[in-house]
Structures are given as C-alpha cells and as structure tokens.
C-alpha cells in the first residue's frame, strides 16, 4: 500500500498563490504516476494535474493550464502543486492521489485525506 498525506491549504486571496505538497510512504512511491484532483461542495469531483514516475511528463486540466505547475521528487518521496493566479473557482478540497498508466489515462489506486483550499475574492 501506498499512504499519501497532504499539506499546504488555506485561505488566500484572489490572484495569490498556494503551495500544496504531499508526503507518500509505503510502497515504492517512485513507481507510480501521480495526481491531483478537486472536489467542491455540491460539484463532481474533477481532475487538476498528473505526473509521470519519472517526473518528464505532465498534464492538466484545461482550466488550470498556465496558472498551475505539478512537480515530484522521487528522493524525498513528494508532489507538489504550485498554484499561482488563484481565482475563487479554485476553491475545493484538493486531494493527492497515485496509480499506474500514462498521465492522460491514469487509473488512481490511492488517495490522501485531502486539504482545503479557499479563494477568497
């Protein structure tokens, strides 16, 4: 198993940035692909960015090109996602997840207990 436990959510005003980071354990962490998603109240939970093992290839949601980076680092067993130019929309609870396949067709086995993030405007 994989244990995942995410940080860095808070309150932050519109056009501010956020970091959000995300601690794995257990099983070879390096061997999986990594995401992120977000769910707000009353609204499907959806897909914000994914990274590969390696760390060569990303994708993201259309609606967070350009204002959001996801990074990974293998060695100290994180996930990162820098969220810049916030806007309220982005307000949701963001959740870490890992799993096997590409990064535009990922199947996600493991999730953390997610962290909220509010925009305010």
């Known amino acids: 198993q994989v244990q995942l436990v995410e940080s860095g959510g808070g309150l932050v005003q519109a056009g501010g940035s956020l970091r959000l980071s995300c601690a794995a354990s257990?099983?070879?962490?390096?061997?999986?692909?990594t995401g992120w998603f977000r769910q707000a109240p009353g609204k499907e939970r959806e897909f914000v960015a994914a990274?590969?093992?390696?760390?060569?290839?990303?994708y993201y949601a259309d609606s967070v090109k350009g204002r959001f980076a996801i990074s990974r680092d293998n060695a100290k067993n994180t996930v990162h996602l820098q969220m810049n130019s916030l806007i309220s929309k982005d307000t949701a609870v963001y959740y870490c997840?890992?799993?096997?396949?590409?990064?535009?067709?990922?199947?996600?086995?493991?999730w953390g207990q997610g962290t909220q993030v509010t925009v305010s405007s």
């Open positions: 997840a890992a799993g096997v396949g590409t990064v535009v067709r990922a199947v996600w086995h493991y």
């Open positions: 990274i590969g093992w390696s760390g060569g290839s990303t």
């Open positions: 257990g099983r070879s962490f390096s061997s999986f692909a």
